[in-house]
């Protein structure tokens, strides 16, 4: 009958160890727990907070963080072909070169670790180079498709309180719609993207996603899908959506090809 007053987690122990499955259980509970008690005024952070989380995160294997593994592939395979766009092909070696001097432009005109960067471009593969250069100097990624109405656009920029607007290729500039960026550290500081629902159903919200869980993410899927080394990816979707940012980053992640579409 309904309503239920059981939760049942079915895990793979072949995969998930009792530890971790006890974290993510009581992980859940904790969270809809806050739920049930909060009231029109309380934060979702607060909800998020809950102790259980850390214990998740030593329960729960690390994987290697997107950057590192995309680094340690550079090294190992420098001339493999990391990217290819239309006409345009770009290896290991080239892409990471990219990426590092990207990540110093944007520490040089003061982009920081915690910072929030809308990047404003179509949203193809050619992309990897600027989120993978935000993600090496620790801020967090918001890719804003052109292609979208302005004022959605500005809808955006304003909720997701981004503090720099970036065009590929150019220099990064303060976000004239959100405030200034903050001093203190903050949650955000383990965010690597902000991404926002469709708005089907209503207005769009805005989804983070931490670091850690974009790598294990990343682990999984390529693990799930025997991504190798020797494969050629293609990217079919937006990089705007989460989707295509798994078969994107996932390519990376394992040294593969990312073709776009």
């Not at 004239?176 to 089907?200: E, K, M, Q």
């Not at 682990?219 to 937006?238: A, Q």
Request: glycine share 6%; hydrophobic share 45%; net charge neutral.
């Amino acid at each position: 009958t309904w309503p239920t007053s059981a939760l049942h987690l079915h895990v793979d122990t072949t995969r998930v160890s009792p530890a971790a499955a006890g974290a993510v259980a009581r992980r859940v509970r904790a969270v809809l727990s806050g739920l049930a008690t909060a009231t029109g005024d309380t934060p979702v952070a607060a909800i998020l907070a809950a102790p259980v989380h850390r214990e998740i995160d030593h329960a729960v294997e690390q994987a290697v963080s997107m950057v590192e593994r995309f680094a340690e592939n550079a090294r190992n395979h420098p001339a493999q072909v990391a990217l290819v766009d239309g006409r345009v092909r770009s290896t290991y070696a080239e892409l990471d070169e990219l990426r590092r001097d990207d990540a110093a432009r944007l520490r040089a005109v003061g982009v920081a670790p915690g910072h929030v960067v809308a990047v404003h471009a179509p949203a193809s593969v050619s992309l990897a180079r600027t989120l993978l250069a935000i993600a090496t100097v620790g801020a967090t990624w918001l890719v804003v498709d052109d292609d979208l109405p302005a004022q959605r656009i500005d809808a955006m920029l304003a909720r997701s309180g981004a503090h720099w607007s970036l065009v590929p290729g150019e220099r990064a500039v303060r976000s004239t719609v959100a405030l200034p960026p903050s001093s203190g550290a903050s949650s955000a500081d383990h965010l690597a993207y902000l991404i926002f629902t469709s708005g089907t159903t209503g207005e769009p919200k805005v989804i983070a996603v931490e670091h850690g869980a974009l790598a294990r993410h990343l682990s999984g899927t390529c693990s799930r899908f025997d991504y190798r080394p020797t494969d050629v990816v293609l990217v079919f979707g937006s990089v705007a959506f989460d989707a295509s940012l798994e078969q994107l980053l996932g390519a990376l992640y394992v040294g593969a090809t990312a073709v776009g579409r």
